[in-house]
């Protein structure tokens, strides 16, 4: 149909790009924001969410910011089916001014649009999707809570809407964006997390989709992480081949930090060789580490003098378990933008618990450097690079 009208009547040769001057905004009726003390993470709807449509021979659809509500879509729906859908997650806090900020939000535009050329949707302009995501932020900003800790998290999603059954990839899609207000992500961290380390079903490998934030990735993922569950373990440690080389904490990514013998501290984390999910918490952390060491900022809580040496590096669970026995690691943690920083307490491999040291705090030292830091760039207390971006 789309073809015959584009070669018939001469419209839309070009199927339109993604252009956020075109966006049209409903007004909702406002909700009343529930206590924080309720909020349960990603439970909670906002008054508004932005919905953007592809269709083949047209394009890009006038983006729209209109009341939150169900969307209505043909059951023979591609994401349904085979599902080519992809996700992102970041968060939007409260400046020192009261602004609303976003923390390095080209980057998810860009892991976002590389996520969906890995499932062949079609393509758009990362920087019009995030202009219009800063408008739906100025609109919803009162959903962000002010407490610290607390965040509005943003969940921009991307489906395939072909409707139609064969196997192909989707002509048509469906982006839209929906915000929820977060709180602290594990609300007892103080003890830590414990992660029983799984090798027999894996969340990637080599050639496969780990490196993306496909929603397919997810799924498979939930029935070992109810045995995890059932056998008192918090998330799963994702091992891969026969060296039971570490991927990932549940969705987060791994990092190691382990004493040297001069004073300082190696901090190590597996390479981004196509099974990791590239984090930007992840690459966060590796670049405040090296800043640190370089002396250009320093990290709450550890003293300048101790440098940090980072490795993007395989690690294996008998590596750690050695380290472990000869009482080098200083803390394990996870990194992801939902947590920031999670200590990991222990790890059950090979039918014992390797129990790491976890401070009062949960955090040691370095974590819980990296998470003030990163709390202090994200709610624009302490500037650095340009990683806290207004919403302007
Ligand atoms: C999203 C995600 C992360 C963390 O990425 P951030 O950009 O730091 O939020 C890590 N691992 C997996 C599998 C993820 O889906």
Redesign the pocket.
């Known amino acids: 149909m789309a073809i015959l009208n584009s070669t018939t009547n001469g419209t839309a040769p070009h199927p339109a790009e993604l252009d956020a001057s075109k966006l049209i905004v409903t007004k909702a009726e406002l909700k009343p924001i529930p206590p924080l003390e309720s909020l349960v993470f990603g439970e909670t709807k906002t008054d508004h969410m932005l919905v953007i449509n592809y269709a083949p021979g047209t394009g890009w659809s006038a983006p729209e910011i209109k009341p939150y509500g169900p969307l209505s879509l043909d059951p023979m729906s591609s994401c349904f089916q085979y599902c080519p859908n992809v996700f992102e ?1 970041m968060k939007a806090y409260i400046g020192p001014n009261g602004e609303p900020r976003l923390f390095r939000p080209k980057d ?1 535009m860009e892991r976002l649009a590389r996520s969906a050329a890995r499932v062949a949707l079609p393509p758009f302009d990362p920087k019009e999707l995030l202009v219009l995501i800063k408008e739906l932020i100025k609109i919803e900003s009162r959903w962000i809570p002010k407490l610290p800790g607390y965040s509005l998290y943003i969940r921009p999603t991307i489906i395939g809407t072909r409707p139609a059954l064969g196997v192909a990839a989707s002509d048509s899609a469906c982006i839209y964006v929906i915000v929820t207000p977060a709180g602290p992500y594990f609300r007892d961290a103080t003890k830590g997390i414990s992660l029983l380390a799984v090798g027999e079903s894996v ?1 990637s490998w080599p050639g496969g989709t ?1 490196g993306h ?1 496909l929603g397919l ?1 997810y799924a498979p993922g939930f029935l070992p992480q109810r045995i995890a569950s059932k056998q008192g373990y918090d998330q799963v440690l994702w091992l891969l081949g026969e060296e039971e080389r570490v991927t ?1 904490v549940g ?3 791994f990092f190691l930090v382990v004493k040297r013998e001069d004073g300082d501290v190696d901090l190590i984390t597996p390479p981004l060789d196509g099974t990791i ?1 590239p ?4 690459a966060s952390t590796l670049a405040l580490a090296e800043a640190h060491s370089a002396g250009k900022i320093t990290l709450p809580g550890v003293p300048a003098s101790v440098k940090l040496h980072t490795h993007e590096r395989p690690l294996t669970m008998r590596e750690i378990d050695a380290l472990s026995t000869e009482g080098r690691v200083l803390e394990v943690f996870g ?4 947590v920031v920083v999670a200590p990991v307490s222990r790890i059950g491999w090979a039918g014992k618990d390797i129990v790491l040291p976890v401070q009062k705090q949960g955090l040691g030292p370095i974590g819980s450097g990296m998470w003030k830091m990163i709390v202090d760039i994200q709610t624009g207390k302490v500037p650095f690079e340009d990683w806290s971006v207004v919403c302007d």
């Not at 984090?279 to 992840?282: A, E, S, V, W």
């Open positions: 997650g998810n969340r780990g934030k990735n990932e969705a987060m990514n999910l984090g930007l918490t992840r990194v992801g933008t939902a």
